[in-house]
């Protein structure tokens, strides 16, 4: 299968189970699809914003890890307490592997999550809220295990960000006093070889 070709497969999944098996069988090819074929620069961005906020000694969710590429840019940036969490076994393997993580969660972003209340100084999310993948109701979860004046970072398509109920929702829980916005990023393009036509935005709240 051509390496976008796997995008698009990836994206079609009909449900969860669907998507973990896919990640499961992408999940050896995964480092090198992404940055041979596509440039991938997702990950590098969304630290590049999250060093600016969140201190060194931050225990750090990274929400829909994958096989690691953000834990691997924050171990070099200092972070030293991270945990990862992803629906794809597969990938939390590959993940494993960068020797950069504390904890690995196997857990479905949009469902209740196995964490307490306030477990995290801040969360960062980079390539999960998107087509066929997490909803707009997963921040609901990640401000409940997120301290008060702890930070959210995700990466975010403003396609799916007007279409897809992101707007609605991330606005509502900032009128509900859950989080306000501290910043967010000019649109770029995340995959620069593979999809010159897809951009993100990475935001950045703080949970009150």
């Known amino acids: 299968m051509e390496r976008r070709d ?8 009909q449900d969860n189970r669907e998507l973990s098996e896919r990640y499961d069988q992408w999940a050896k090819d995964y480092d090198a699809d992404l940055d041979e074929g596509f440039g991938w620069l997702g990950p590098q ?10 201190p060194k000694i931050a225990r750090v969710l990274d929400a829909g890890a994958g096989t690691g590429l953000v834990g691997k840019l924050l171990a070099k940036q200092g972070y030293g307490n991270l945990v990862a ?11 494993r592997k960068k020797n950069v993580y504390r904890e690995f969660h196997q857990m479905v972003m949009g469902e209740p999550l196995d964490f307490a209340v306030d477990s995290f100084d801040a969360v960062i999310s980079v390539g999960v809220l998107t087509v066929g993948h997490a909803p707009a109701s997963s921040f609901d979860e990640l ?4 301290m008060p004046g702890g930070y959210i970072v995700f ?3 403003p396609d799916v960000y007007m279409d897809s109920g992101f707007k ?3 606005d509502a829980l900032a009128a509900e006093g859950k989080w306000r916005l501290v910043e967010v990023s000019e649109e770029f393009q995340p995959l620069p070889k ?3 036509e ?3 935005q990475v935001w950045a709240y703080r949970v009150v």
Do not use: N
Request: charged fraction near 25%; glycine fraction near 4%; hydrophobic fraction near 40%.
């Open 198 to 200: 897809v951009y993100h």
């Open 168 to 170: 609605e929702k991330q």
């Open 194 to 196: 593979g999809e010159p």
């Open 155 to 157: 990466s975010l398509r």
């Open 143 to 146: 401000i409940r295990i997120t």
């Open 6 to 13: 796997k995008v698009q497969w990836i994206y079609s999944s």
């Open 45 to 54: 961005r969304a630290v590049d914003f999250f060093v600016k906020y969140v």
């Open 85 to 95: 969490m992803d629906l794809s076994q597969g990938m939390l393997e590959e993940a």
